[in-house]
């Protein structure tokens, strides 16, 4: 019952004041209204985007070298890197510059503060941030619907160049350590063929197979040439009816081949021909420097078929990032909420008025000089 009372004793102080309570509301309508019609029109462009897969930039991916799945959209961690990147400084300093925003912004740049509040302002008009899709949502705000639009975009492909270029600043990397690695194999690949050429000139062994089937096959021709000419000269020498010529062609003729085998046997000093002997000297020696010879321009080869893949795809513009929706002008304006400012504000005085009334009421009845004097004494 008691409570019942207190609250009807509010209304009635309501009610008493109610003229005032009035014309607070009135006064703060008006000028609520007034202050809104004040406010700048904004307008928010968007443009959302996902993350490119790294692996794009892959030059087995590219050229076809592996049965790996291409990803075209990157994974959670890209996301995260290049939601890094939309909210970098180096960003927010490329959009100051390109749309000179302290003249925009009206700040001053000579100032010591100028930087942190021309990045203050424009970051209180940016946002780029995840949405619900696990894409990124970059906004801008401007009173300028055509240039809300253009620097949304244009923050858009700044982020992208700033993930190429982290791309191929690793693909640059890479491509000095082949070309160092391409020279000092290049060194060693003609040291190796100085010393093969020194040894094949020394043994006069140039082709291991066919100079090793060519010496077989000589030196087997003259033994079976040997033995035929001893049998020859064998059944034929003492024979009255055979001419004396014909004996000494065959004796010519066997000399000829002990020579040709003595020659292929025994090494000529002054290293005119190929022996056995030098042959199977210098084979081992040969075929170790060959072999080294053959893999190191294998390998060579193989590291310039790399670096010519990198490098195909360090020059190719691979994007960072892919643009589901670009920012388009926005035909209407994002704020202010004058209505909402307007019905907030009447509110705010409203429940304000009322609260500053009961209070005047509650202690209307303090004698406030007899506590000054008090204090005072």
Same mark, same amino acid.
Request: aromatic share 8%; charged share 25%.
């Given at each position: 019952?008691? *409570?019942? =009372? ?137 009173? =300028? ?11 858009? =492909? ?22 160092? *690695? ?56 003492? *024979? ?12 010519? *003729? ?124």
């Amino acid at each position: 019952m008691a *409570n019942r =009372d207190s609250l009807i004793g509010v209304f009635r102080i309501i009610y008493r004041w109610r003229k005032t309570i009035r014309n607070i509301c009135i006064i703060t309508l008006v000028g609520s209204i007034g202050l809104s019609l004040l406010l700048d029109n904004y307008f928010k462009a968007t443009t959302v985007f996902y993350p490119a897969s790294p692996e794009l930039a892959n030059p087995e991916l590219i050229f076809g070298y592996t049965s790996q799945v291409t990803q075209y959209f990157g994974s959670d961690r890209d996301l995260d890197r290049l939601d890094e990147l939309a909210n970098g400084n180096e960003v927010v300093d490329y959009m100051v510059k390109k749309f000179h925003l302290y003249e925009h912004y009206k700040i001053d740049s000579t100032t010591l503060k100028g930087q942190s509040k021309v990045r203050e302002r424009f970051l209180n008009l940016y946002s780029a941030q995840k949405n619900k899709n696990d894409a990124i949502e970059l906004s801008i705000e401007d009173t =300028d619907p055509q240039l809300a639009a253009t620097m949304a975009n244009a923050a858009r =492909d700044r982020i992208n160049e700033i993930g190429q270029r982290l791309i191929k600043n690793s693909q640059e990397r890479l491509l000095a350590t082949f070309e160092d *690695n391409i020279k000092r194999k290049t060194a060693d690949l003609e040291l190796l063929g100085d010393s093969l050429r020194i040894l094949q000139s020394r043994y006069n062994i140039y082709s291991v197979t066919e100079q090793g089937e060519q010496l077989s096959t000589q030196l087997s021709r003259a033994e079976s040439e040997i033995v035929r000419g001893k049998a020859r000269l064998e059944v034929l020498e003492n *024979n009255p009816l055979i001419p004396k010529d014909t004996i000494e062609y065959i004796k010519a *003729n066997l000399r000829a081949y002990q020579r040709e085998r003595e020659n292929l046997m025994t090494p000529d000093p002054k290293g005119g021909n190929l022996s056995i002997k030098s042959f199977n000297e210098g084979l081992p020696k040969v075929s170790v420097l060959s072999d080294l010879h053959f893999q190191a321009r294998k390998q060579l080869s193989y590291d310039k078929e790399r670096y010519n893949q990198i490098k195909a795809a360090y020059n190719t513009d691979i994007p960072a990032l892919q643009v589901v929706e670009a920012a388009e002008v926005p035909l209407l304006k994002s704020r202010p909420k004058r209505s909402i400012i307007v019905i907030a504000c009447v509110l705010a005085a409203f429940l304000f008025s009322i609260l500053g009334i009961l209070i005047a009421e509650a202690y209307r009845d303090f004698n406030w000089k007899e506590i000054t004097g008090d204090r005072e004494g």
